[in-house]
């Protein structure tokens, strides 16, 4: 039990709160910390809440009853959103990012913890409504991200692996076709990974036509789980509309087009804001 002046007590429930996002925590869980009546710890709450709904932080859910207690919903306001889509395309705009053959260097970027945090809250503002089991990316780009988007969203991360380990224990893989190249891959599974009937969110860097997540979808079916929604960092646009294999996603960033010559790269908002 902690015995603490109001003010360092606001900072100190307000880290606790923002370090467990979608976590229910009871109000005798405050009382008891900070040993203080519910009331007080009720009137503090209420200075959080509008803190945190002025500056965009997010939301505090209050829910009443002898299970009830108080909820941190991550949220993401459209000026701050807005904001940083524009700083992710500026960065992936820089002419040194071309590589032989068009391709696009991102791996400096998904490497930064503090970017990867800030894309993990915009999906977390646009998915955390929907009922969610678990985060799903393949290995290994994608990582980061997933793991940034399931701390905000306070949900476990399951790795679809290209190639079956042996310390993953059986398995089930399926071959799927990359909707780009039209070239045949395999991906894997633990069957301890996933439970099933999970609703599962789907999170990854690039998205050039969709196969990569496509095969995902495909195996889900296989656990009998199901697609709550998917999250792509940057989606290409230089693939047309019916060679798409995914038309239901939300995407950060669009990669317009890359001019290897010019060494130019033309980069613009993703559809996030036309859905969210």
Avoid: W
Wanted: hydrophobic share 40%; proline share 3%; glycine share 10%.
């Amino acid at each position: 039990m902690k015995k603490l002046k109001r003010s360092a007590r606001l900072v100190e429930m307000t880290h606790y709160l923002l370090s467990r996002p979608h976590h229910l925590i009871p109000l005798t869980t405050f009382a008891q910390r900070y040993g203080a009546a519910k009331s007080s710890i009720s009137e503090d709450l209420a200075i959080i809440k509008e803190v945190f709904e002025e500056e965009g932080m997010g939301e505090l859910l209050t829910l009443a009853g002898a299970a009830g207690g108080v909820k941190y919903i991550p949220k993401v306001g459209r000026e701050q959103a807005l904001e940083f889509i524009h700083r992710l395309c500026e960065k992936l705009a820089e002419p040194d990012r071309i590589l032989p053959g068009g391709y696009l260097y991102m791996s400096d970027l998904l490497g930064q913890p503090g970017l990867m945090n800030e894309a993990g809250k915009l999906f977390a503002t646009a998915f955390g409504d929907l009922e969610i089991d678990c985060i799903m990316t393949v290995e290994t780009k994608g990582i980061p991200l997933a793991y940034a988007t399931g701390a905000e969203l306070n949900l476990p991360v399951v790795l679809v692996r290209r190639d079956h380990q042996v310390t993953e224990g059986s398995a089930v893989s399926i071959n799927y076709v990359s909707g780009s190249h039209k070239s045949l891959h395999t991906m894997t599974l633990s069957r301890r990974a996933l439970k099933e009937g999970s609703r599962v969110l789907i999170v990854d860097d690039f998205m050039k036509a969709g196969g990569t997540i496509q095969g995902m979808v495909d195996l889900l079916t296989e656990f009998n789980a199901k697609v709550a929604g998917v999250g792509v960092l940057v989606e290409s646009g230089e693939i047309a509309s019916e060679q798409r294999l995914l038309h239901d996603y939300v995407s950060l960033a669009t990669l317009r087009a890359v001019d290897a010559k010019g060494k130019e790269i033309s980069v613009g908002p993703g559809n996030y804001f036309s859905r969210f």
